[in-house]
C-alpha cells in the first residue's frame, strides 16, 4: 500500500512551476462612462385608505307638492271642413267579442267592420268588398286584449279606438244601451322624457283630420269629441316641463303612500322577488312578518324595523339602500287611489334620464300595484294599457303585476290590453291568457310561430297573408263571441280568424308614424 503513495520526487518541483513573466498580461478595464445626474423624484405618499362601503343615500330630487288642481280649457281644435254627406241610417251588429252568447252584454262599443262571403286571399290583399258586419267589443266586462303588428300598421290606432270606446259615450258608436259605466284607463310609459309627445294627450282634442272626421260621419253616423279628463304623473323634475307643454292635463309628480302597497308590491321594493338573489330573498323573506307591520305605519318604522332585524351585514345594507333608493318618491300624504274616475285617463310616463331602466320599471310597478291591485276596479272598471309591452315586460315586478292583472282580471274588475311588433318578445304564459287578439301588417315569421305556440288558431294563418294586409285592417280572433248573425256561414266563431278593419275614431290620434309631410297637409 506504501508503495502506491506517490513519492516527493514525483511531486512537481518549484521551478517547474510557471513565472509570472509567463503569466498573460491581464486586459486593460474600460474607463466608467459618466454616470447622467440621478434626477431627483418628489416621493409619493398614498392617500390614506377610505372606507369602501357604498353609501345608500341617492341625491336629493326636486320637491314639487301632491296638490290636485284644476287645469286649463283644453284648447280648440285647428278648423275642420267637414263634408256632410248623408250619415249610414243604421248600424246593425253582427256579433259582439269578448261576451257569451247566452245573453246580449248591457254595454258594448263598436270597433269596425268585418267581410263576409270573402275568400283569405282577396281579404289578406285588401280587396274585399260587397256587404259588411259591424263588430262590437263588450264593455260590461274586463278583457285581456292585444294588438301585434308593424310599425305604421294600425296597432297604435286600434289600441285608441278600444281606449275611446271605454272612457266617453259616443252616439251611434255604442250599443243602444249607450255607457251607462265608463271606465278609467291607466297608461303607462318608460323611457322617454317630456320632449316626446304623449299618444294620449292628443286625444283631448276631436279628432281634427279632415278625411276621418268626414268619413266617421259618413259610414258610422258619429261626430267627432275629445277625452278631456287627462291625468299626468311624472318624476318630480319633470312636472314643470310637462305642465307648460299640457296646460289641460293635470300634470302631478309620481309618489305613493308605503301602507298602500299590496303584498307583492312590499316584496318587490324590498328586492324579494322568485328566482332573484335567492340568498337575500331568503333571509329576508323570514321577516316578512315584521316587514308589513312596519310598513303598515310609515317608513321611518321599517328603516328602525329593518335596522333591528337579525339579518347579515350585506343583506341589511342591501334593503336599507333599496328603501333609500325609492325613499324620494314615498310619502305619507299621497293617496294616488284618488285620482281614479270614470271617463278618466291617467298617463304614467317615467322618463330613464335620472333612473335606471330596471329603477324606472319598479316604480311603474309599484305605482300599478297601488292604483290596479291593492282594491281593483271598486270604484269602476279599470283597463291598463302597455304600449311597447317588449320594453316594459323584461322579467321583473312589472311583469309579475302585469300577469296577476291578467290571472285575476274578473276578481279586480281589471282588463289589460298589450302593443307590440314583436310578440315574440313576450312570454308564452301572457300570450296563452290573451282573449281578443288583432294581428295587423307584419313580416315577422318568428313572431307569428311564437304566437301560433300558444293560441293554435293562428297556425292557418300564412305569413303572406299577414304581411299584404292594408293599414288599419288585422286578423281578428276572439276566444268568445255574442252572436246576432243567424247564417252559419258568416257568423263568427273562436274556430277561424276573420278580417276585421278598425273604425276611425272621434278623438284625435296622437300615436301616428312622424313623418316629414304631416297627413293633414298631404
Known amino acids: 500500500k506504501d508503495e502506491d503513495k506517490p513519492k516527493d520526487e514525483d511531486k512537481p518541483k518549484d521551478e517547474d512551476k510557471p513565472k509570472d513573466e509567463d503569466k498573460p498580461e491581464p486586459k486593460a478595464k474600460p474607463e466608467p462612462k459618466a454616470e447622467a445626474p440621478a434626477i431627483k423624484r418628489s416621493k409619493v405618499v398614498p392617500p390614506p385608505p377610505q ?41 246593425e251588429v253582427g256579433a259582439i267579442a269578448g261576451s ?19 275568400r283569405a286571399v282577396d281579404q289578406a290583399a285588401g280587396r274585399a268588398t260587397g256587404p259588411v258586419n259591424y263588430l262590437a267589443l263588450n264593455l260590461n266586462e274586463p278583457l285581456a286584449l292585444a294588438a301585434f303588428g308593424a310599425p305604421g300598421s294600425g296597432k297604435s290606432y286600434f ?109 318587490g321594493l324590498m328586492g324579494i322577488q322568485e328566482g332573484k338573489t335567492p340568498l337575500y330573498a331568503r333571509e329576508l323573506g323570514l ?135 314583436s310578440p315574440r318578445s313576450l312570454r308564452k304564459s301572457l300570450l296563452s291568457l290573451l282573449e281578443v287578439i288583432a294581428q295587423f301588417r307584419s313580416d315577422d315569421r318568428d313572431s307569428l310561430k311564437h304566437l301560433s305556440e300558444c293560441v293554435d288558431i293562428f297556425k292557418d294563418l300564412r305569413p303572406q297573408h299577414c304581411a299584404s294586409l292594408a293599414d288599419g285592417r288585422a286578423w281578428f280572433w276572439a276566444q268568445r263571441y255574442f252572436q246576432n248573425d243567424e247564417d252559419p256561414e258568416t257568423a263568427l266563431s273562436a274556430d277561424r280568424l276573420q278580417l276585421l278593419e278598425t273604425r276611425l275614431r272621434f278623438s284625435h290620434h296622437g300615436g301616428a308614424t312622424r313623418t316629414a309631410v304631416p297627413v293633414e297637409a298631404r
Open 100 to 118: 257569451d252568447n247566452d245573453r246580449e252584454p248591457p254595454q258594448a262599443g263598436i270597433l269596425g267592420v268585418y267581410f263576409a262571403h270573402q
Open 287 to 421: 321577516h316578512l312578518r315584521e316587514l308589513r307591520a312596519a310598513a303598515d305605519s310609515s317608513v321611518a318604522d321599517l328603516r328602525a324595523t329593518l335596522g333591528g332585524l337579525h339579518l347579515s351585514g350585506t343583506a341589511k345594507r342591501l334593503a336599507l339602500h333599496r328603501l333609500d333608493l325609492l325613499g324620494s318618491f314615498l310619502a305619507e300624504d299621497v293617496d294616488l287611489r284618488s285620482l281614479i274616475k270614470p271617463g278618466r285617463i291617467i298617463q304614467i310616463s317615467v322618463s330613464t334620464e335620472s333612473l335606471l331602466p330596471a329603477d324606472a320599471r319598479l316604480l311603474v310597478a309599484l305605482a300599478l300595484d297601488v292604483l290596479v291591485l291593492r282594491e281593483g276596479g271598486a270604484a269602476c272598471p279599470l283597463l291598463v294599457d302597455f304600449d311597447e309591452a317588449h320594453e316594459l315586460l323584461k322579467g321583473d315586478l312589472l311583469e309579475a303585476v302585469a300577469e296577476h292583472v291578467l290571472r285575476d282580471r274578473r276578481h279586480i274588475n281589471c282588463g289589460l290590453i298589450l302593443c307590440t311588433h
Open 159 to 267: 289600441r285608441g279606438v278600444v281606449v275611446e270606446s271605454l272612457l266617453q259615450h259616443c252616439r251611434m258608436l255604442h250599443l243602444a244601451q249607450g255607457l251607462p259605466q265608463p271606465g278609467c284607463v291607466i297608461s303607462v310609459r318608460v323611457g322617454a322624457g317630456p320632449k316626446v309627445p304623449l299618444d294620449f294627450m292628443a286625444s283631448a282634442q276631436p279628432n281634427h283630420n279632415a278625411r276621418e272626421a268626414d268619413l266617421l260621419y259618413t259610414c258610422y253616423g258619429a261626430r267627432p269629441k275629445g277625452l278631456e279628463d287627462q291625468v299626468l304623473l311624472c318624476l318630480p323634475e319633470e312636472v314643470a316641463a310637462y305642465r307648460q307643454r299640457y296646460p289641460f292635463a293635470m300634470v302631478l309628480p309620481l309618489s305613493l303612500r308605503l301602507r298602500d302597497l299590496s303584498p307583492l308590491g312590499l316584496n
Open 51 to 91: 372606507n369602501l362601503r357604498v353609501t345608500t343615500v341617492p341625491p336629493p330630487r326636486v320637491q314639487v307638492p301632491f296638490a290636485l288642481y284644476q287645469p286649463q280649457p283644453v284648447p280648440p281644435p285647428p278648423p275642420c271642413n267637414l263634408v256632410n254627406h248623408p250619415p249610414v241610417e243604421g248600424i
